[in-house]
């Protein structure tokens, strides 16, 4: 079975979404639901490392991408421990960014993380075997969110050892003083220079939209890393879908 990294490369269109509450269940019920990855939300969402074990645990066989709350050592060292496929790094706005969270995902000598007694390696039943291929096998992805990583986008975009660039059209929009405006002209045209240097690159592209409608025209224009809506909105919209028919 091919890895998610190397469904990445390969170009497949990975469809996931994003698992912000810590309830075992959902990342249960959303990997019966066929979905390729997961996005846990460990930036936004109120997710301890404890959290997100469970939440990778419960998600069986389908791959998790942790969305670190910040570019911190330790942040990524536990999200690994813990199973996850990879991270996303948020607010990657140079190419010095991107090359710390590559180094600190990765086992010496290609980077600096650190070994320990972990759930990635089976408790050490299978840990040499884990040391041997998880260089080979952790997604490192990396958010461009923010003017600055726009301006700078070739250098990131060419650092060794990122597997995609995560456009957050929400963030970069307030970045450029058009706060949630993401069919801007504006927003569009910085999204459009990452979109550019990434495929110059060859680096996959992923985003997030809160619904299929807002994330299909970004397939069409060939990202394949795809988080559409949250937990909590599929709940909620859900919800209100069912009482709406219902009266």
């Not at 959303?30 to 936004?44: P, T, V, Y």
């Not at 795809?226 to 937990?231: M, P, R, V, Y």
Request: contains cysteine.
């Amino acid at each position: 079975m091919s890895t998610l990294k190397q469904r990445l490369a390969k170009g497949d269109l990975l469809l996931g979404t994003i698992v912000s509450m810590a309830t075992p269940e959902i990342p249960e019920i959303l990997s019966q639901a066929g979905f390729d990855w997961l996005f846990i939300d460990g930036e936004h969402a109120p997710l301890n490392a404890a959290d997100i074990q469970l939440l990778i645990q419960t998600a069986g066989n389908t791959p998790c991408l942790v969305r670190i709350s910040s570019i911190d050592e330790i942040a990524i060292k536990k999200s690994l421990d813990a199973g996850a496929a990879g991270i996303i790094a948020p607010q990657v706005n140079t190419a010095e960014q991107a090359e710390r969270a590559v180094s600190y995902s990765k086992y010496p000598p290609v980077g600096q993380r650190g070994v320990g007694i972990s759930r990635a390696h089976g408790y050490g039943f299978a840990f040499q075997e884990h040391l041997q291929r998880a260089n080979n096998e952790i997604v490192v992805v990396v958010q461009a969110e923010h003017s600055e990583a726009v301006d700078n986008i070739d250098a990131i975009a060419a650092v060794p050892g990122i597997d995609a660039v995560f456009v957050g059209p929400y963030d970069l929009s307030a970045s450029l003083g058009k706060m949630g405006q993401v069919e801007d002209a504006v927003v569009i045209a910085a999204v459009d220079r990452i979109n550019k240097a990434c495929s110059a690159a060859d680096i996959p592209l992923g985003i997030f939209g809160i619904s299929s409608e807002a994330v299909r025209p970004y397939v069409e224009r060939g990202y394949t890393l795809i988080a559409a809506s949250t937990d909590t909105l599929l709940l909620g919209q859900g919800a209100r879908d069912l009482l709406a028919r219902l009266r």
